[in-house]
């Protein structure tokens, strides 16, 4: 979120914009501070539409491990459930796009980064990339543009050219945030003038002297500033002069800050990423500072530009150090042998956040305060890095992140389990109890079985010498599952789930409580006992609502959705699974993959063309993850399926299965919610039908009477292009001929003139 005002770039805008014309990479390059990302930000959003799928920006600037610089493209992509092979998953996702992708901050992974946007520009012939870094990615094709400093007055310019200036215009622009009544005058032009040239028209330098207006004049402003700069800056003007006034100028706003700011702002350097003001009294409070002071010297931090203020989630205040001032900050704490203590709290206190997080898993609101925590990930994984120093220590803040790496990442989270506990020996303590448990979860989640390194039965008995007692649930759960999924063993695994489940509800576990009876719900299909397993996933709901736990609703609503079908009660089936749809929306590829599986069951007898379509697209979605369909759910999905198919002639079913595979799932979302209303008609609501803007337009023309061919040329497209998007249309209105999307469009788009 931006407060501030964008002050112009016009010039920069356009150029970028010609450049973008002719080349598919294009890295913006400059010193920090120079206004790259701000100015990559405001290109994005002024020239989206220009997108047909719009554009999305990806920040690498709080990524310090180059092995998670796929995940981060992948996240802003909309994926949060990763596969391992991460750049598939994203090329899955992107391959029919087209789309402006900003990549912004690459200059700390430049390999890393430079890697992926290769991947993609050869695998999607529609990306366009826009890079921010402070050195080239050297990659073929690559444009490099450097952006020039704020347009600077002359010194001799009328007192109407020096205030158009766009250095001057932001000068006076960030005064006024400090200084209301601030304004530009005759008689103070030339110090604001001579202070923007001083500066070389760096839009950060320029900010924090503009923060200064409060207090001081122009004129003072710029006889502190030159003082400082003339000590800090010589030599020629070359090309790292813009660097070195940037440097002064931080220092210049250093040396003005009292005692206790100047300390604050050396700690805050610790963190990795946007933090909260509670995180920073607590790792950053030590005297001579106090918490009165943190509260106020982080406001009064930020009213002098030394700090920026972003919203988090549930509207919680954070505070983040630009990358520019966060490497002086740091450079001045190691230099007077702070660091060390600083490294050792800030450990201290992620690990008492991932404690707190473990214990309150078994709590209402333990969604809210996973996703806090998810809030704060590159500060958690930064305290990972240093945790490594001690085995133990990393072991229990791997084990305390398990059902973080469930819900936002569980490949990350296997990965980094198996890597540590692998090679070691494990002890009778909770926190080898909890990571094993962490490992074993998430072994069966993703079904790499080879990464599980005990029983269940050997990890009861060490969660039981640890004093783990809370999983020794699990345990049952763990044999629950091999019963259920390996041996087909029903009446064994509903045994030690009706185990678990007593032991869950002993110990006051409500969302894996939720689970195991949505799970014995489960056993009771697989066995034919629909009215037997009804109760069980009535109350699995009910716990998932007391505990205010969405991901296990999704769940309870997913085996609900089966339970109807069952029965026979496709409306009610349907009504289940889009209220799961509802929860996960586009943010977890499989629990979207499974409710649109679901969807397409529910409604494959009343318009298979539909169901074979949104079969197609959760292929896709389950490709991306690389899970495929598990039991017991494949004992019900793939008949339905293959009815589905078989409903249809074969050269339909094929292309309404590659229609659905080409959505985006925006368009996947419209689809499968169209379903919900289960006339079985097929025919849409709702004015646009969840066509595109590109599909509208063919529907139009459709209407009219043109052919394809005549369309093609209307529209500068290809033939075969007009056909895909008429297929598209075809499917999503769930119609079969170009009649009934005339009748469509007079219905619901007011109706069309035939083309002359």
């Not at 309870?556 to 929306?585: I, K, M, N, P």
């Not at 943010?587 to 979207?592: N, T, V």
Request: include cysteine; proline fraction near 4%; charge should be neutral.
């Amino acid at each position: 979120m931006r407060l501030s005002t964008f002050i112009g770039r016009k010039r920069e805008i356009g150029e970028l914009r010609r450049l973008l014309a002719h080349t598919r990479l294009l890295t913006m390059l400059g010193p920090g501070g120079a206004g790259k990302t701000r100015l990559a930000t405001e290109f994005a959003r002024a020239q989206s539409h220009h997108f047909a799928d719009g554009q999305i920006t990806i920040e690498l600037v709080e990524v310090r491990d180059p092995a998670l610089v796929p995940d981060a493209f992948a996240r802003a992509a909309g994926i949060r459930l990763l596969a391992e092979d991460t750049i598939g998953t994203l090329v899955h996702r992107l391959i029919s796009s087209e789309m402006l992708l900003v990549v912004d901050n690459c200059e700390h992974l430049t390999e890393a980064a430079a890697a992926v946007v290769a991947r993609l520009l050869t695998a999607c012939p529609r990306l366009v990339v826009l890079a921010t870094s402070r050195e080239r990615l050297n990659l073929d094709g690559e444009v490099l543009w450097r952006l020039p400093p704020l347009a600077l007055p002359q010194t001799a310019d009328t007192f109407a050219i020096a205030s158009a200036a766009e250095a001057v215009r932001l000068f006076v622009d960030r005064a006024r945030n400090v200084s209301p009544g601030f304004d530009i005058k005759p008689d103070n032009v030339a110090a604001i003038v001579a202070i923007c040239r001083r500066l070389d028209g760096m839009p950060l330098a320029i900010e924090l002297a503009a923060a200064r207006a409060s207090g001081l004049s122009p004129a003072e402003i710029m006889a502190r500033l030159d003082d400082r700069l003339r000590l800090l800056t010589g030599g020629p003007r070359d090309a790292d002069s813009r660097h070195r006034t940037l440097r002064a100028a931080i220092d210049w706003s250093y040396q003005l800050l009292d005692p206790s700011e100047r300390t604050l702002l050396q700690r805050l350097s610790i963190f990795a990423g946007p933090v909260r003001a509670d995180a920073v009294e607590q790792v950053c409070g030590e005297a001579p500072l106090t918490p009165a002071d943190v509260a106020d010297g982080l406001q009064k931090l930020a009213d002098k530009s030394m700090l920026q203020i972003e919203p988090g989630v549930e509207g919680a205040t954070r505070y983040r150090l630009l990358e520019t001032i966060r490497d002086y900050s740091a450079s001045k704490l190691a230099a007077n042998g702070d660091e060390a203590r600083l490294r050792d709290l800030h450990l201290e206190f992620y690990m008492r956040l991932t404690d707190e997080a473990y214990e309150a898993r078994m709590h209402r609101g333990a969604m809210a305060e996973h996703l806090r925590l998810w809030d704060e990930m590159a500060d958690v994984r930064a305290a990972l890095d240093l945790a490594k120093r001690d085995l133990d220590t990393e072991v229990r803040l791997l084990g305390n992140l398990r059902t973080l790496w469930m819900m936002l990442a569980p490949h990350e989270g296997l990965r980094r389990l198996f890597g540590v506990l692998s090679g070691t020996t494990a002890k009778p303590t909770r926190g080898y109890a909890r990571a094993l448990w962490s490992l074993q979860a998430l072994v069966g989640q993703s079904g790499h079985h080879e990464k599980s390194l005990f029983t269940p039965q050997q990890l009861t008995e060490l969660a039981v010498k640890s004093g783990e007692e809370s999983l020794v649930a699990a345990g049952y759960l763990g044999m629950a599952y091999t019963s259920e999924r390996i041996s087909r063993d029903l009446d064994t695994a509903r045994e030690y789930l009706l185990k678990a489940a007593a032991e869950l509800r002993r110990c006051g576990n409500l969302p894996d409580l939720a689970m195991a009876l949505a799970s014995i719900g489960g056993v009771e299909l697989q066995k034919g006992n629909i009215d037997a397993a009804r109760p069980w996933v009535q109350q699995a709901l009910d716990v998932a609502v007391e505990a205010a736990d969405d991901y296990r609703a999704v769940g309870a609503h997913y085996t609900f959705g089966w339970l109807e079908f069952l029965a026979g009660d496709s409306e009610a089936a349907r009504r289940r699974f889009v209220a799961a749809l509802d929860l996960v929306a586009e943010s977890d590829a499989l629990s979207m993959a499974q409710q649109v599986e679901g969807i397409a069951a529910a409604g494959a007898a009343a318009d298979p063309r539909r169901a074979v379509s949104l079969f197609g697209a959760a292929s896709k979605l389950r490709e991306e993850v690389e899970t495929p369909v598990q039991l017991p759910w494949s004992i019900w999905l793939e008949p339905a399926m293959a009815d589905a198919r078989a409903a249809l002639q074969e050269g339909i079913a094929k292309k309404a299965w590659e229609s659905g595979r080409a959505m985006s799932p925006a368009q996947l979302l419209a689809l499968a919610r169209q379903a919900r209303a289960g006339t079985g008609s097929g025919k849409a609501t709702g004015s646009a039908g969840g066509l595109s803007k590109r599909e509208l337009e063919v529907a139009r023309l459709v209407a009219s009477g043109m052919t394809s061919r005549v369309i093609a040329e209307r529209l500068f497209l290809s033939e075969r292009t007009v056909e895909s998007h008429l297929e598209h249309i075809l499917t999503k209105l769930g119609f079969s001929s170009r009649a009934q999307v005339a009748g469509w469009v007079a219905e619901h788009l007011g109706g069309t003139k035939k083309d002359a």
